[in-house]
């Protein structure tokens, strides 16, 4: 619920705009019973030690309301913008998950923005400033609802927008349960300030205790209703916003404490594209992180390839170092399964369940799954493409400086290698996973993932022809030789800068110094680069980027080869890709040039020993 579209945006402009910033709590919900805190809780608590970690061992699998919700596919939402979401609609997705894809891992039935709200998206609250659920939507109230999702042996998700919702303020008299002389008054700040991705909430303040009070009563609640999973919306830095108003680190980390004492389990997932700054605090306090904004292009179908699935190869692999049992880079819903209605050819669509997939992203899908097509359940249900998923191995990067053709893998245990090939563009194209990208020469076992198909053994590359937006999924397992490395400091003297480069230091590169200002004609010249035998050779760089950057490279004063540097995590991280130059046997140079743009900064080179 957080779309370039801003159409919740606009509904809730005008709900403010008809008077109800400051309507009264429309009903009292029962009290829950006080229950203590378990000894381990207090203990975590006291010792300051994060209890989100255990929620989340893999990326979580399951199904989401809001792809549905936010389309305008014929159809979908037949009463108005969001109206799919009913219990009824959820309760027939839940069947649907339990019957065609529970056996494969996903067991998350979450229902997302506007439960709270009636068709007109006007909210409901309790007497305590908590959002209550519309009557018309969940007609039961949301315990049966959670009730009936764990009958089917599937685990349920909650949503809440981050902050005092404006609508719940009640004149600031509200008030808070289970705190006594607490009012909503004194959960936010006295000058009413807004946060959130839509400034629809008051901030909280939590220099006094009232606020923790707040969130511990909305846990309490959503634990005796039997929730599962929070995903916790519109958190900032992050979602299109920045500054004081919009930092919701307090909030994440006072619903983690929350959590940590309500008596039950709670998956807190934060949305949406989340400042990387701050991933030490996501990664403290949540148990994962949406890095990017809406997949959902809020049109006719639920997704397009353009708006926003091919987004997430620019912005997966600066994140991808972060992901790990506990917490994980959340790429947002999987919306393969419906032909059609997703929006996306059959490549595309392939290629979207692999990213994920090979990212460790949670697999959820937003589709409806009452009317999956063939081809859809067969990648939703690939138990070997699952399992690289599900599995031990770190989230695949990039091997290779990008373009339209890209490499990315990820070494398993067994030493055996996972590499996607992705060729990103309008038209067919080749893409070439060299082995020595990957480590090793000589000869390689192919198998195919999503054909299960033993392809043979390839020696030095594979090579495929892919159609547009299209992909194919490797296991390779060497059966060639590991060769060492000659590295090449960027800050060498031997080496020659020329316009804009300069040395600067960097605590984290190789010799503690880098070679940055490359752009607009700075150049990078390594000297004296020796190797043994004439060939081609695919060079480490190591550098530094905080976002995407091109240079070109040559060798020899040939013609320069233009690449694509995928962004780092930040300024201060350095990364390893490989990049393609003919050596002849002797000594060689190889230049890094910024062109007429702006190159990466470049720690050092290494050169295989062939």
Not at 15 to 22: F, M, S
Not at 84 to 91: A, G, Q, R, S
Not at 105 to 133: H, L, S, T
Request: hydrophobic fraction near 35%.
């Amino acid at each position: 619920m957080r779309s370039p579209s801003y159409s919740f945006r606009t509904l809730l402009a005008l709900a403010l705009t008809a008077g109800l910033t400051t309507a009264v709590p429309a009903a009292v919900a029962a009290t829950p019973t006080a229950t203590s805190t378990t000894a381990a809780t207090a203990t975590a608590i006291a010792t300051g030690s994060s209890t989100a970690a255990a929620p989340a061992p893999k990326p979580y699998m399951g199904w989401t309301s809001w792809s549905m919700q936010s389309s305008k596919y014929p159809g979908l939402n037949p009463d108005g913008d969001y109206s799919y979401l009913t219990e009824k609609n959820v309760l027939k997705q839940a069947g649907a998950l339990a019957s065609k894809l529970k056996r494969y891992g996903y067991e998350y039935v979450n229902i997302d923005a506007g439960w709270w709200r009636d068709m007109a998206w006007k909210p409901e609250f309790d007497g305590y400033a908590r959002q209550a659920a519309d009557p018309g939507r969940f007609p039961r109230g949301m315990k049966p609802v959670a009730d009936d999702i764990h009958a089917k042996g599937l685990k349920a998700g909650i949503y809440l927008p981050v902050g005092l919702e404006k609508e719940a303020y009640g004149g600031g008299t509200v008030p808070i349960w289970n705190a006594e002389g607490c009012t909503t008054a004194d959960i936010v700040y006295s000058d009413l300030r807004t946060t959130n991705g839509w400034d629809s909430a008051y901030k909280l303040d939590f220099s006094g205790p009232c606020a923790q009070k707040y969130i511990d009563s909305q846990a309490r609640m959503f634990a005796d209703w039997g929730y599962d999973f929070l995903k916790l919306d519109g958190v900032g830095p992050g979602s299109f916003k920045s500054g004081d108003n919009y930092n919701n680190v307090a909030d994440v980390a006072a619903w983690q404490q929350a959590i940590a004492k309500a008596g039950r389990p709670l998956h807190l997932e934060i949305s949406w594209s989340l400042d990387i700054n701050h991933v030490a605090d996501w990664k403290k306090y949540s148990n994962g992180w949406r890095i990017d904004t809406d997949v959902e292009c809020y049109c006719n179908t639920l997704v397009s390839w353009e708006n926003s699935v091919d987004d997430r190869f620019d912005d997966a692999p600066k994140w991808a170092r972060f992901a790990a049992p506990g917490g994980w880079n959340d790429l947002d819903a999987i919306d393969v399964g419906n032909g059609e209605m997703d929006g996306l050819t059959k490549a595309e669509r392939q290629s979207y369940m692999t990213l994920w997939a090979i990212a460790k992203s949670p697999l959820y899908t937003g589709d409806d799954l009452t009317r999956l097509d063939d081809y859809g359940v067969s990648l939703l249900t690939n138990k070997d493409v699952i399992a690289i998923n599900q599995g031990s191995a770190p989230p695949a990067r990039p091997v290779t400086a990008t373009g339209d053709q890209q490499v990315w893998s990820s070494r398993n245990a067994d030493g055996s290698h996972t590499v996607a090939l992705f060729n990103l563009a309008d038209t067919s194209a080749a893409v070439t996973a060299d082995w020595q990208s990957l480590g090793f020469t000589g000869q390689a076992r192919v198998h195919d993932v999503w054909n299960k198909e033993d392809l043979g053994t390839f020696k030095e590359k594979v090579t495929q022809a892919l159609p547009a937006h299209g992909s194919r999924l490797f296991t390779v397992t060497p059966r060639g030789s590991a060769f060492k490395k000659t590295a090449y400091e960027a800050e060498s003297p031997a080496n020659t800068l020329s316009g804009s480069a300069s040395i600067g230091d960097c605590g984290a590169c190789s010799g503690t110094h880098k070679v940055g200002d490359l752009y607009q004609g700075g150049k990078l010249q390594f000297n004296d680069v020796v190797v043994s035998k004439a060939g081609h050779y695919m060079i480490d760089v190591s550098y530094i980027s905080g976002d995407a950057r091109p240079a070109k490279i040559s060798s020899n004063g040939n013609g320069a080869t233009g690449l694509t540097f995928p962004a780092t995590a930040d300024w201060g991280t350095v990364e390893t890709v490989t990049v393609p130059v003919t050596l002849k046997s002797g000594t060689n140079t190889i230049t890094i040039d910024s062109g007429d743009d702006y190159a990466p900064d470049i720690d050092r080179i290494a050169v295989p020993r062939l």
